[in-house]
């Protein structure tokens, strides 16, 4: 079973939200046939990282559950890498201003307080906004400030936080492990665990 498939994706991420759950649950939360959430649920059994207990199931290992989506996914390289003679805060808000979806550790910044990675990462909202956008920041001149775009290689549903959008929490943690940023996750992992724990 291919974990980056929109439904399957669909229905780990309803997995990743619920933590302990049915298969009706992830059914219904994901909104995919039954089909998709009973065969991912059995796939995550046979993978040793979802176990039944009692009448739910429940994630066993968080890393073994992110690392087993990191075979199907590698996160794509960026489309465009800027170097901006501005604030971060400042690129920041034109980004948000601009319907740009944080993502990676710039989207986990809003989860976890970890050591901040210094730049910046977005995904495009849709070729002609990024295009405009890097067309305007090309006159801009050359700084110290960071900022990588990507494309969307798996649909984003962006949460807001404030005036930004961001990846949601199962999605900012499917990319950080499916690039080379599954560190940062490291101790929010540790200190949420037992919260997870089935009801």
């Known amino acids: 079973m291919d974990l980056a498939k929109p439904k399957a994706l669909r229905a780990l991420e309803?997995?990743?939200?619920?933590?302990s759950f049915t298969q009706y649950r992830v059914?219904?939360?994901?909104?995919t046939s039954f089909a998709t959430a009973h065969n991912l649920i059995h796939y995550l059994q046979e993978k040793n990282v979802v176990?039944?207990?009692?009448k739910k199931y429940a994630i066993t290992t968080w890393p073994g559950l992110l690392g087993l989506f990191a075979v199907y996914r590698t996160f794509p390289k960026p489309i465009a890498t800027l170097q901006l003679a501005m604030?971060?805060?400042?690129?920041?808000?034109?980004?948000?201003?601009?319907?740009?979806?944080?993502?990676?550790?710039?989207?986990w910044e809003r989860y976890?307080?970890?050591?901040?990675?210094?730049?910046?990462?977005?995904?495009?909202p849709g070729a002609e906004a990024t295009e405009s956008s890097l067309?305007?920041?090309s006159h801009l001149p050359k700084g110290t400030t960071i900022?990588?775009?990507?494309?969307?290689?798996?649909?984003?549903?962006?949460?807001?936080?404030?005036?930004s959008l961001s990846t949601s929490l199962p999605r900012t943690l499917l990319d950080l492990y499916s690039s080379?940023?599954?560190?940062?996750?490291?101790?929010?992992?540790?200190?949420?665990?037992?919260?997870?724990?089935?009801?």
């Open 14 to 19: 309803a997995v990743m939200e619920l933590g």
């Open 112 to 124: 976890d307080d970890y050591l901040r990675d210094p730049q910046l990462h977005f995904y495009s």
């Open 87 to 107: 604030p971060a805060k400042k690129a920041d808000e034109y980004f948000t201003t601009n319907k740009f979806i944080r993502c990676l550790t710039s989207a």
């Open 51 to 54: 176990a039944k207990i009692g």
């Open 147 to 163: 900022v990588n775009i990507y494309l969307q290689d798996l649909q984003v549903s962006p949460v807001k936080h404030g005036r």
């Open 135 to 137: 067309s305007e920041l």
């Open 180 to 199: 080379n940023y599954a560190y940062a996750a490291e101790n929010w992992i540790r200190k949420k665990a037992m919260k997870w724990k089935p009801e």
């Open 27 to 31: 059914w219904k939360k994901a909104g």
